[in-house]
């Protein structure tokens, strides 16, 4: 059973122990269909899923009551963040009792949880991130070349996967070069900042890009090889693409959207070209999967595999959930 969607406004108790999705069109997530089928497989009766959708110009007063309102009640144990996993850290930094390594350093919160009542703001993104990408690009594909990487958008999702991509223990096995756009400046400022304090070595390149033909350039300027990364949202949250139709993608590169649902126009622009490009394309499925289970191995203190058989039970009833819900 699906239950309805929660605002900052209509927050009522938890009537069962109950993780929250907290984003922007939450009721409209795969996750709704897919949480039931995980949470009987892995043995958390009773346990239920609610979204709390906020708009993407949320306050910090509507940020808190959220957070203090999952803190103070009993059945409540915590909540995935999408899209306001940087203002929902900002604004509720005072009211977590615990802060894990990654959100301190990325100064972001994708996961709440509540660990013998203590309220902890996690950064999950640098692992589920990690993970996907393992599953995307093969070992040692940065290696000796000249291969770069873009990231369209500096929200929280691009700060997890620059983390990831550029950090120095990958030795040799990193882009020759991060370029980040985005249209905030005090995004980008983030992680640049967020880069200096990582001391990764890695040349960073961040373009205020007001509108969609500074992206097209940016992409224009990849080497062959080089992986883009749709992290803007566009497609999801919002309808669209942050490319133009004029853009062109690096040849032998690997095209990323995070999405997996909704507008995918970066994903059919990418498609358009994978033949003659020899371009890899693929959508955020796996990312999903592991930014989910990451989340509910955390918050309902359970073992979830990142990989082999049982992680692949996991992936199969969650493509049942969906495609049955797409057949309706």
Partial sequence: ??????????LVPAAAPTLYFIGVSTGRSSIQRVFPRWAEHLGLDGARLRGIDLPLDATREEYRRVVEFIAGDELSLGALITTHKLNLYRACQDLFEDIDPHAR???????LSKPEGRLTAHAKDAVSSGLALRALL???HWAGGEAEALCLGAGGATVAISWYLTHPDRGADRPRRLTVTDRSAERL??????????GTGTELRRVLADGAERNDAALAALPPGSLVVNATGLGKDAPGSPLTAAATFPERGLAWDLNYR???????????????????????????????TQVIAEVFRVHVPESGPRFEELSVLAGQATNQEAAR
């Fill in 189 to 198: 400022a983030h992680l640049g900042a967020l880069h200096e304090r990582t």
């Fill in 1 to 10: 059973m699906t239950l309805p969607v929660l605002t900052a406004r209509t």
């Fill in 262 to 292: 909704g507008d995918l126009v970066f994903l059919d622009q990418a498609r358009a070209q994978a033949a003659r490009r020899s371009l890899r394309v693929a959508d955020g499925w796996v990312y999903f999967l592991h930014g989910w």
């Fill in 138 to 140: 093969p070992e040692g």
């Fill in 105 to 111: 350093l990325m100064a972001e919160a994708s996961c």
